[in-house]
């Protein structure tokens, strides 16, 4: 069974997609995600221009030699253009190989460890009142667990507050990046929200109590010692992690909160390789895996990198926005229910629009996900629906402190 066509379709319903398909030469097609918010047409154009002409031919059964040849036999090897476009041929790949046997992923990965997988929401809120509301909001419909974001007094607009308008003019449920050229500009400062972020917890545990599991994201906008002060400050709310608390290009700034506070810590969405990750793991510096299939090269290096995790006492927390398409969190979904040392799954849920594109089997009954029982991903592109949704250039925002200076998104 060889790979006879290689095609690239990039839409955009409520925001921009890449997916690559391929077609064996029996008809038998595959789908992969290469979705890169903010550089969608880098990764086509890659895609295209580089990729495809190698797989034609190819025999569509060899996974694991795929992925080598395409990683390994490049001289530029890395980062996330190169990652995501091998990641939506390892994809597509599995797809194909699951349809060809009749089955889901999941069984080809060792069968199901669990029933279903637990998935957090995203509340947020503006003012008390709104983010109890939003909380309120998520647990009715059926989340058991529920990242909690916050406005801050003192900055305009903040990361993952729906309720705000961002300096996009968007709000954050489908596409923060904004349409147009340059990237708009958002504000940032530290110190406020190092004062404001604890007393936030402490009202949400005082009204929704000790068990329901809150996560809360600071997005790599900390320096290493003001995220410990952040992790040691919220202990007493015992958060079921703190995510990107410092730039996750500087492992050893983790160390330094380590030593500082107990609160379980994630990170790792922009990592796109196992060396990005084996530091943090080996000395056990996070608690939580929260690599992508999307950027991280596919379903084959990510059920390695967890397995190593595993070695290590580290669990899944995969991450689950809405720019990584349908086809992209199915991936995901199949791993996290074959695999033992699952956590928790993000989950923030497409658009209408983008379910009309993307024809799914997955459900989600009682806070839990499942990818379902369609063989392969269980995810169709509806190609007509696509091509009602042309691409449109959008940059995610970038983030100055008050006096000008650029500071990290």
Same mark, same amino acid.
């Given at each position: 069974?060889?790979? +006879?066509? +290689? ?25 992969? %995600? ?9 990764? @086509?154009?890659? *895609?295209?221009?580089?990729? +495809? ?12 030699d ?26 597509? &790949?599995?797809d ?22 637990? #998935? ?8 008390? $009142? ?5 909380i ?15 406005a ?5 607009? *903040? ?6 308008? $961002? ?6 449920d489908?596409?923060? @990046? ?15 929200? &190092? ?14 109590? @000790? ?8 997005? =790599? ?9 952040l ?18 290009? !500087? ?20 990592? !796109? ?19 992508? +299939?999307? =950027? ?13 995790? #595993? ?6 927390g995969? =991450? ?13 979904l199949h ?5 033992? !040392? ?12 983008? !379910? ?8 989600f009954? %009682?806070?839990?996900? =499942? ?39």
């Amino acid at each position: 069974m060889n790979i +006879a066509s +290689a095609e690239v379709c990039v839409t955009s319903p409520s925001r921009n997609f890449v997916t690559l398909k391929l077609t064996t030469d029996d008809g038998i097609t595959g789908l992969g %995600d290469a979705t890169l918010n903010g550089r969608e047409q880098a990764v @086509a154009a890659y *895609l295209r221009e580089h990729v +495809a002409s190698l797989l034609v031919g190819q025999d569509a059964h060899r996974i694991e030699d795929t992925w080598q040849y395409l990683y390994r036999g490049a001289y530029w090897r890395g980062g996330p253009v190169t990652m995501a476009a091998i990641a939506a041929v390892d994809m597509a &790949l599995w797809d194909i190989k699951g349809k060809a046997a009749g089955l889901p992923l999941y069984q080809l990965l060792g069968g199901a460890s669990r029933s279903g997988l637990l #998935a957090y929401g995203h509340a947020s809120g503006g003012s008390p $009142q709104s983010l109890s509301e939003s909380i309120h909001a998520h647990i009715e419909r059926g989340y058991r667990a529920v990242r909690v974001q916050t406005a801050v007094p003192g900055i305009r607009a *903040l990361y993952g507050v729906a309720e705000q308008r $961002q300096a996009t003019g968007e709000r954050y449920d489908y596409e923060p @990046a904004g349409r147009g050229v340059p990237p708009p500009e958002e504000d940032w400062d530290s110190a406020a929200y &190092l004062r404001h972020v604890p007393s936030v917890f402490e009202r949400v545990r005082e009204e929704f109590g @000790a068990e329901l599991p809150l996560l809360h994201d600071v997005h =790599h906008r900390l320096t290493p010692i003001e995220a410990a002060k952040l992790a040691q400050r919220l202990e007493p709310y015992d958060l079921f992690w703190l995510e990107d608390c410092t730039p996750a290009e !500087n492992p050893q700034g983790l160390r330094i909160v380590r030593q500082h506070s107990t609160t379980p810590l994630a990170i790792g969405e922009v990592f !796109n390789t196992v060396w990005d990750f084996q530091q943090l793991i080996t000395e056990q510096l996070i608690d939580y895996i929260r690599a992508s +299939a999307t =950027h991280f090269g596919g379903v084959t290096p990510l059920r390695k990198l967890i397995d190593f995790a #595993a070695l290590h006492q580290i669990r899944s927390g995969f =991450h689950g926005p809405t720019d990584v398409s349908p086809v992209g969190f199915a991936a995901q979904l199949h791993v996290g229910l074959a695999i033992h !040392n699952f956590g928790i799954q993000e989950y923030m849920e497409h658009s209408e629009a983008t !379910n009309s594109v993307f024809r799914q089997s997955m459900t989600f009954r %009682d806070g839990m996900l =499942h990818p379902g029982e369609t063989p392969g991903l269980g995810v169709e592109l509806d190609e007509k629906a696509a091509a009602a949704f042309p691409y449109q250039p959008a940059y995610l925002p970038v983030s100055r402190l008050k006096d000008g200076t650029m500071h990290d998104w």
